[in-house]
């Protein structure tokens, strides 16, 4: 029972357009959703996060939304780099003392320069 | 702040051996977490520790796997009589308390058990 989704294996765009990841989640009690990115051979590094009660978040060239009702973020990556390529995982954490987060299987991302 | 450490980077065994992996989380951190990666997956979550206690551990974490944090700092993750299935990247990540929803990585050790 997979409870975060990506369901994009992969990704292709060109150097300075805007690059689009989704995410999509079944479980009700996640209120707070993380993106990181992962270079072969590296642990995965933190990008950007957002609670529960906001619907959009940016962080430079970042952007996470939201969409509560849908269960489904999305991370906006604008403009693209070729530096940017990387798998993107998406991750979710349930309320309350459970810290525990539960991962996507990624999105391979490929910017062209 | 170097971040968080592991060691070894990388680790090949024979099965039906012990290995031991090192986690040195980020010095202020006292919440600290191992995840397991599998080839085509996202990271699994295995334990966490909070300062010395080990506070929530997975199910795939069978009776082969104990791990420990004895004076809350580093911590280790011993894989007793290991098998093929073993084979895998562990994460070791590490977080503040008050904002314990952001966890840190560090660069895994990679698992290989022939």
């Known amino acids: 029972d997979q409870q975060v989704k990506q369901n994009s294996p992969s990704l292709s765009v060109q150097e300075g357009r805007i690059s689009i990841l989704n995410c999509d989640y079944t479980?009700?009690?996640?209120?707070?959703f993380l993106w990181y990115k992962k270079y072969p051979a590296e642990g995965p590094t933190f990008l950007i996060s957002?609670?529960?009660?906001?619907d959009k978040n940016e962080d430079g060239r970042f952007t996470v939304f939201l969409n509560k009702s849908a269960k489904h973020l999305s991370l906006h990556i604008v403009p693209s780099q070729p530096g940017d390529s990387a798998v993107y995982f998406c991750?979710?954490?349930?309320?309350?003392?459970?810290?525990?987060?539960?991962f996507g299987k990624g999105t391979l991302l490929t910017v062209n320069p | 702040d170097t971040g968080v450490s592991q060691d070894p980077r990388h680790k090949i065994t024979k099965r039906g051996q012990n290995v031991t992996f090192r986690c040195d989380p980020i010095?202020?951190?006292?919440?600290l977490y191992w995840y397991r990666q599998t080839l085509g997956q996202g990271p699994e979550f295995l334990t966490y520790?909070?300062?010395?206690?080990?506070?929530?551990k997975s199910r795939l974490l069978s009776d082969r796997f104990s791990a420990e944090r004895p004076k809350g700092s580093f911590s280790t993750l011993e894989i007793q009589r290991t098998e093929q299935g073993d084979s895998a990247m562990y994460l070791c990540?590490?977080?503040?308390?008050?904002?314990?929803?952001?966890?840190?990585f560090g660069p895994g050790t990679r698992l290989l058990v022939l």
């Open positions: 010095s202020e951190h006292n919440r």
């Open positions: 991750a979710a954490k349930s309320g309350g003392s459970n810290y525990k987060l539960t």
């Open positions: 479980n009700s009690m996640f209120d707070y």
């Open positions: 990540a590490s977080s503040l308390e008050y904002r314990g929803e952001t966890q840190y």
């Open positions: 520790f909070q300062n010395e206690a080990q506070l929530e």
């Open positions: 957002i609670s529960s009660i906001k």
